[in-house]
């Protein structure tokens, strides 16, 4: 090859080569602009009144669902919400099937394992709910020779799993999907208590006065609730992270809490 066909041909290959790096610099920035107004799928067990669940026309609402609004707003992008068998939740977040799960979820050792978490914005204890009227189940202890129930993949279920006394002492732990399912078969007589999050109880109360009670005793840790994200979606964990930092600072999220509680129960 000449010299004037070498530099022919060095100065052709650059030029594909430059349009090679644009090209590559414009998919990417096209990537990234894709990914900031990409629809945010927020997993939830949809019966988990207040904190998400189906009202009376068939929405789902409740307090982490106009948290997760908010927060999307805020973002700049669309939510989706998307009712999922929670004792596969973490099936789902790893595969990709939902962004996030924001639902009353429990931070533990052992979820941190297999998701990154938010902070934690609120307080929850499992505690024992009886039948109005019942004084027999006073705490821990009583509930030997009964019949529990609990939801399953809870955190109550967790604890119970776990300890001696429920294993060998109390009759039977029945495991339902959902709390609520939990809540009628108590108010039907078919278990003698359920212990679950205090949250979820008190608010199933509120609707049922007549029927069930509360006993004021934690069982387990308190446990606090957090957002839970993929191991590798570090960015949308630290995007969401700073619209929750702005809502509990000008006020946002007390108000949410206290359209759902009546009054501010979440973390400072």
């Avoid at 010299?3 to 998919?27: D, H, I, R, Y």
């Avoid at 096209?30 to 939830?44: C, E, M, Q, R, S």
């Avoid at 039948?131 to 809870?154: L, N, W």
Wanted: hydrophobic share 40%.
């Amino acid at each position: 090859m000449n010299m004037k066909w070498q530099k022919l041909f060095a100065l052709g290959l650059a030029a594909v080569m430059t349009m090679a790096v644009t090209a590559g610099c414009g998919s990417n920035t096209a990537d990234k602009a894709g990914d900031a107004g990409k629809k945010i799928v927020v997993g939830l067990d949809d019966n988990f009144p207040p904190m998400g669940f189906k009202n009376e026309s068939n929405e789902i609402v409740g307090f982490d669902i106009d948290l997760a609004k908010e927060a999307s707003k805020r973002l700049g992008r669309e939510v989706e919400f998307k009712a999922i068998d929670w004792s596969s939740k973490e099936a789902e977040l790893k595969s990709g099937r939902v962004d996030i799960l924001w639902n009353g979820l429990d931070i533990t050792e052992k979820r941190k394992e297999n998701m990154l978490f938010s902070d934690p914005y609120m307080d929850n204890r499992q505690i024992i709910f009886v039948k109005k009227g019942r004084t027999d189940i006073k705490d821990e202890a009583s509930m030997a020779g009964k019949v529990i129930g609990t939801q399953s993949a809870s955190s109550a279920e967790e604890y119970m799993d776990g300890s001696a006394f429920f294993k060998e002492k109390v009759k039977e732990v029945k495991k339902y999907s959902d709390f609520v399912s939990a809540f009628m078969d108590l108010e039907n007589g078919r278990v003698d208590a359920v212990v679950g999050d205090e949250i979820t109880g008190r608010y199933y109360m509120s609707k049922h006065p007549e029927a069930l009670e509360a006993v004021d005793v934690a069982i387990g840790k308190v446990s606090t609730f957090g957002i839970g994200f993929a191991k590798d979606n570090q960015q949308l964990r630290d995007e969401v992270q700073k619209v929750l930092n702005e809502m509990k600072a000008d006020g946002t999220m007390a108000k949410i809490s206290e359209k759902w509680f009546g009054k501010d129960i979440t973390k400072k």
